[in-house]
């Protein structure tokens, strides 16, 4: 079986990175939301999260205006890519990906499991294109999130659309829509008055899905209410992508205005949780809630979405 890295959350393929290029052109803020940027409490000293996590303790960061992207990329913009430009992404170059089981037929052949989480299973054929291997497909989900993207993958897409990956700083307050001390992007209770607000396991993982959120695997970009800033998704659905660096104790950085991980790393940061997050065993969607991934991941519950700085 194949060795899982740091958690079970998304697992780490372990495979040679390549270099994302640089060129792009200007960036359209079109789908786009201008947040005002300034002071505000980052990171969490919830009892209940996770220490080697790093997201305590909470800290003042000050951060400059910038656009970020009201939905994470879809299938339908990630195409929109690959027809300009003939983009390849990893998973397709290297000719599989993670997929969760659940999500395989049960007349499925056998495959290779992660040692510690054998509800990921390494499927030979599964990329973007084909979210679960061969056999599927994304027609009929265009506006769901794309995914089997590497960091690197959504590099070159940022640099294709003249937009860059957030920074975690720029991330969570986006996530956290305006609100200061709370959990979730809409507040402090996980189903306000018995709503669902994101897509995440319900029943008991991993064996049972419930499916009383709607959705089984991912749902639409713009699914759910969006938070304050007018943001779809920022918890639940699939982990994000950040421009960072991962580091548990990335609070110790000197830096507080515009903050950014280390100069290096062997892991990049990862925010928002997905569509498998269960409190039993994963409570990472949370807004404050991170991880880190190497660059080269590709599963089927991580993608990202774009940000850009604001003109001067």
Known sequence: MTEVRRNCCAPSAGRPNSAPSTSGADGSTEGMVLLPGGEFSMGS????????????PVRTVRLDPFWISRTAVSNRDFAEFVDATGYRTEAERWGWSFVFAGLLPDDFPPTRGVATAPWWRQVEGADWRHPEGPHSTVDGREDHPVV??????????????????????????????????????????????GEHRMNVWQGVFPRHNSRADGWYGTCPVTEFPPNGFGLHNMTGNVWEWCADWFHPTFHTLDRRTNPRGPEQGTHRSARGGSYLCHESYCRRYRVSARQGLTPDTTTGNVGFRCVRDAAP
């Open 148 to 193: 089997h993207v590497s960091w690197s993958d959504a590099q070159e897409y940022c640099a294709w659309a003249g937009l860059r990956l957030p920074t975690e700083a720029e991330w969570e307050y986006a996530a956290r829509g305006g609100l200061s001390g709370n959990p979730f992007p809409w507040g402090a209770e996980l189903e306000p008055g």
């Open 45 to 56: 000293e919830d009892p209940l999260a996770y220490p080697e996590d790093g997201e305590g």
